[in-house]
T-cell receptor
Framework: SQQGEEDPQALSIQEGENATMNCSYK?????LQWYRQNSGRGLVHLIL???NEREKHSGRLRVTLDTSKKSSSLLITASRAADTASYFC???????????WGAGTKLIIKP | NAGVMQNPRHLVRRRGQEARLRCSPM?????VYWYRQLPEEGLKFMVY????????ESGMPKERFSAEFPKEGPSILRIQQVVRGDSAAYFC?????????????FGPGTRLLVL
């Protein structure tokens, strides 16, 4: 099974509401990253949080990391239609250079 | 500063033909990663290359698939004797390689359709 697993698989909310997506992983990590993918496009890096960090902010994004629970959450505040996309978490493990990817959360923002 | 470039954006091949996918990393980046994405799924790591070296090909199928990143020119992902199951989006990403698992910058992808 995947190292990173996003939850929920799909999320549909009204514009202006907050969206929360979760990511769980299995092994110890060096860092965890969140990416966004608009339909039919490549991925765009959103934020990286290291294993010794607990929270990080970037604009309307807030990421938390709980290494004891092996989980992370991505919060998008005051959502906009342009936030409609798939969101992926990727974990970097100590033993190699790879990022291990989850299957993503599909977020739909209804106007 | 141009981002990661991939070409072609769309590629149609018949079963048994060869597919060549190209990736030019961002300027200053010497590390390239190839991923495959099936519809409605996440990315699957295929191979990680530095200039003239394959660092990790653990995600690459043992047969028909090969990758290179020559000293000059783009990285090439080559699929020989394509089958319908090879139909997918193939993404390339690049990084500076200064640290492990650093931010990767993605290209727009090549969508391969095997008829």
């Amino acid at each position: 099974s995947q190292q990173g697993e996003e939850d929920p698989q799909a999320l549909s909310i009204q514009e202006g509401e907050n969206a929360t997506m979760n990511c769980s992983y299995k092994t110890s990590i060096n860092n965890l990253q969140w990416y966004r993918q608009n339909s039919g496009r490549g991925l765009v890096h959103l934020i990286l949080i290291r294993s010794n960090e607990r929270e990080k902010h970037s604009g309307r994004l807030r990421v938390t990391l709980d290494t004891s629970k092996k989980s992370s959450s991505l919060l998008i505040t005051a959502s906009r239609a342009a936030d409609t996309a798939s969101y992926f978490c990727a974990t970097g493990v100590y033993s190699n250079y790879q990022l291990i990817w989850g299957a993503g959360t599909k977020l739909i923002i209804k106007p | 500063n141009a981002g990661v470039m991939q070409n072609p954006r769309h590629l149609v091949r018949r079963r048994g033909q060869e597919a060549r996918l190209r990736c030019s990393p961002m300027k200053g980046h010497s590390h390239v990663y190839w991923y495959r994405q099936l519809p409605e799924e996440g990315l699957k790591f295929m191979v990680y290359l530095q200039k003239e070296n394959i660092i990790d090909e653990s995600g690459m199928p043992k047969e028909r698939f090969s990758a290179e990143f020559p000293k000059e020119g783009p990285s090439i992902l080559r699929i020989q004797q394509v089958v319908r199951g090879d139909s997918a989006a193939y993404f390339c990403a690049s990084s500076t390689g200064a640290t492990r698992q650093e931010t990767q910058y993605f290209g727009p992808g090549t969508r391969l359709l095997v008829l």
